[in-house]
């Protein structure tokens, strides 16, 4: 049995649900779960004395795109909204390939890691040259972050009206038989795990109908949970109502796009019928001031969220979007 027992941290939070503030307690880590906490306890395994520190639980991440780790700052993109940022950018991704992705992993995650970030989520949805889910699965094995990778895609292309170009998109069954392939390889469901696997279409704009609905009746059937960007900026909203005749929250609603097992990104632009369904569904939010700033989307309604009782979590974004 593997236990490490921190002993004797000058302060403790312990974000319980009393939330409380322990002074020279311990922590007892056993097999990677936090097995107690209190005062004077014992173990035979590491001994970690932490004495003159103070000691939290480590912080979620609930969005990234690692890859983009590596193009930071880039030229052009600076001044641009999201779909002009995006439309600057899709060429220089669209040369990576599995190397890039598999250091631009690392980079992230050591960075998370180095400012007390002990899980992340990240949402890759594009695979150019060869590149596969695995190759950011393995990167955190060796950084040695807890991991939610979760396997998004892209559909539609340029010529069919989508954002993207055509080089960046997948056939739809090739991204439904991936998904499954990398849930039966990599997902671990149990308590403690250090991998979980989710389904991610990118965004009601970059994939179709079917594939919103086809990816939900998946992640049900195989027990992982669902994410993708909504209600991102005005062009988001706009987009939307041309395309779909509705608002976001009700696209995601009509293809089975809520519940507490799905987590949508940004949210900026939500409005009080949409922070309603999500509060009555469970449906979470991941914030992200950052990049929200950087690219000019606006602030999101973080505070009618919570009073809502709206689960929100923090993400940091893609590397690029926050530079």
Same mark, same amino acid.
């Given at each position: 049995?593997?236990?490490?027992?921190?002993?004797?941290?000058?302060?403790?939070?312990?974000?319980?649900?009393?939330?409380?503030?322990?002074?020279? !307690?311990? /922590?007892?880590? =056993?097999?990677?779960?936090?097995?107690?906490?209190?005062?004077?306890?014992? +173990?035979? &395994?590491? %001994?970690?004395?932490?004495?003159?520190?103070?000691?939290?639980?480590?912080?979620?991440?609930?969005?990234?795109?690692?890859?983009?780790?590596?193009?930071?700052?880039?030229?052009?993109?600076?001044?641009?909204?999201?779909?002009?940022?995006?439309?600057?950018?899709?060429?220089?991704?669209?040369?990576?390939?599995?190397?890039?992705?598999?250091?631009?992993?690392?980079?992230?995650?050591?960075?998370?890691?180095?400012?007390?970030?002990?899980?992340?989520?990240?949402?890759?949805?594009?695979?150019?040259?060869?590149?596969?889910?695995?190759?950011?699965?393995?990167?955190? !094995?060796? /950084?040695?972050? =807890?991991?939610?990778?979760?396997?998004?895609?892209?559909?539609?292309?340029? +010529?069919? &009206?989508? %954002?993207?170009?055509?080089?960046?998109?997948?056939?739809?069954?090739?991204?439904?038989?991936?998904?499954?392939?990398?849930?039966?390889s990599f997902h671990d469901a149990s308590d403690g795990s250090m991998c979980r696997v989710g389904i991610a279409p990118c965004s009601p704009f970059?994939?179709?109908?079917?594939?919103?609905?086809?990816?939900?009746l998946l992640a049900r059937d195989k027990g992982v949970m669902l994410h993708t960007h909504l209600a991102e900026n005005d062009e988001d909203i706009?987009?939307?109502?041309?395309?779909?005749?509705?608002?976001?929250?009700?696209?995601?609603?009509?293809?089975?796009?809520?519940?507490?097992?799905?987590?949508?990104?940004?949210?900026?632009?939500?409005?009080?019928?949409?922070?309603?369904?999500?509060?009555?569904?469970?449906?979470?939010?991941?914030?992200?001031?950052?990049?929200?700033?950087?690219?000019?989307?606006?602030?999101?309604?973080?505070?009618?969220?919570?009073?809502?009782?709206?689960?929100?979590?923090?993400?940091?974004?893609?590397?690029?979007?926050?530079?």
């Open positions: 049995m593997n236990e490490i027992l921190i002993r004797g941290a000058d302060f403790l939070l312990t974000m319980n649900d009393a939330r409380e503030e322990l002074r020279g !307690a311990d /922590i007892l880590i =056993r097999n990677g779960i936090i097995a107690a906490v209190g005062h004077a306890l014992q +173990s035979d &395994g590491e %001994l970690v004395l932490a004495a003159g520190c103070v000691v939290t639980p480590g912080l979620v991440n609930t969005h990234h795109h690692l890859y983009q780790s590596l193009t930071r700052a880039v030229p052009g993109a600076q001044d641009a909204l999201l779909f002009g940022w995006l439309k600057t950018l899709y060429p220089i991704w669209g040369r990576f390939g599995p190397e890039e992705m598999r250091v631009s992993a690392l980079i992230g995650l050591a960075e998370l890691a180095l400012s007390g970030c002990t899980l992340s989520s990240d949402h890759l949805y594009i695979f150019p040259n060869g590149t596969r889910l695995e190759d950011t699965i393995h990167a955190a !094995a060796e /950084i040695g972050l =807890r991991f939610h990778p979760t396997r998004g895609a892209m559909s539609i292309g340029e +010529s069919a &009206g989508g %954002l993207p170009p055509d080089a960046l998109v997948e056939d739809e069954e090739h991204i439904l038989n991936d998904c499954i392939r990398v849930i039966d970059s994939v179709s109908r079917d594939l919103m609905r086809n990816a939900a706009a987009y939307s109502e041309a395309s779909f005749g509705c608002r976001p929250g009700q696209y995601a609603e009509e293809l089975g796009w809520t519940g507490a097992d799905v987590w949508h990104a940004h949210c900026v632009k939500l409005d009080a019928q949409e922070i309603d369904l999500f509060s009555k569904t469970r449906t979470g939010a991941a914030h992200c001031p950052c990049s929200n700033c950087r690219l000019g989307s606006g602030i999101a309604p973080v505070r009618a969220m919570r009073d809502a009782g709206v689960r929100v979590g923090l993400g940091v974004d893609g590397s690029a979007s926050n530079d």
